[in-house]
């Protein structure tokens, strides 16, 4: 009976030990997002989100210039630039978009009017990472 059981103590060391150093490894590959570009496609939230919550706990307001991204921390500024039109915008990503999605970005009604693509519902981004100091959202034409 001790055989077992020091051969599973020691089974659970070595694998939790391994399982550590891996998670270590992960964190010091974490992609470096500041100063990261992407290109992709965008659409705005619908109607019936307004004043739902959104996963950083804000409330969201189809009138503020905020977007959901997947792949970036909650928080980040970016600036949304429009390929077909060169209209660009200033963001902060306060959610995220259902895992399933395709696209790079969703931007509020706002966001998606000073980009000039609410008519059609869907436009080709570049998503340019600002970082987390806040930024005075201001589009350019």
Not at 3 to 13: A, E, Q, R, V
Not at 31 to 58: C, H, P, W
Not at 84 to 106: G, Y
Request: include cysteine; charged fraction near 25%.
């Amino acid at each position: 009976m001790k055989p077992i059981l020091l051969f599973c103590i020691g089974f659970l060391f070595i694998h939790s030990s391994g399982a550590l150093g891996q998670e270590r490894t992960k964190a010091t590959h974490k992609r470096n997002v500041a100063d990261s570009i992407e290109y992709g496609m965008a659409s705005y939230y619908g109607n019936k989100f307004q004043g739902r919550l959104t996963t950083s706990g804000e409330k969201f307001d189809q009138n503020k210039l905020t977007a959901a991204h997947n792949g970036l921390p909650l928080g980040t500024w970016v600036r949304v630039t429009n390929l077909r039109n060169n209209r660009s915008v200033i963001v902060k990503i306060t959610d995220r978009m259902h895992p399933k999605n395709k696209r790079l970005i969703d931007l509020s009604r706002s966001a998606a009017e000073k980009l000039g693509f609410v008519k059609s519902g869907l436009t080709k981004v570049k998503v340019e990472v600002m970082g987390k100091k806040r930024h005075h959202p201001k589009a350019k034409k």
